[in-house]
């Protein structure tokens, strides 16, 4: 078995790059904003990635799933929390269409994934 293969996986590495986008959105926030929902926005969107490499340093294919439902709980939370920005005024239509896209791109990754993990086992961690 590989180590750190999930770095192999295009949802990780997309979901990486959704964390970036975010952070990067959420610095434009107003200061008032800073400990609240950014701080909320941030651990959410960075539990992402965080998940799927915890789920793939578990050793059954049942944990592994747990982790990638873990993830999806938290891109849900996400997009949720940029509706609420979108809301307040925080950013615009085009940043959370953005935003939206992205999320769906990896919430479906983060599907199939799942459903991968479920059907094949720890066979998924075996491929070269």
Known sequence: MENFYYRRLEVYQ??????????TLIKTFPVEERFSLCDQLRRAVMSIPINIAEGFGRFSAKEKAHFIQISFGSINEVMCELELAFDEGYI??????TMESMILSVKKQLA????TILNNGDAITTKS
């Open 112 to 115: 199939t994934l799942h459903k």
């Open 92 to 97: 615009n239509q085009e940043q959370l269409r």
């Open 14 to 23: 997309n979901a990486k790059a959704l964390s970036h986008e975010v952070c």
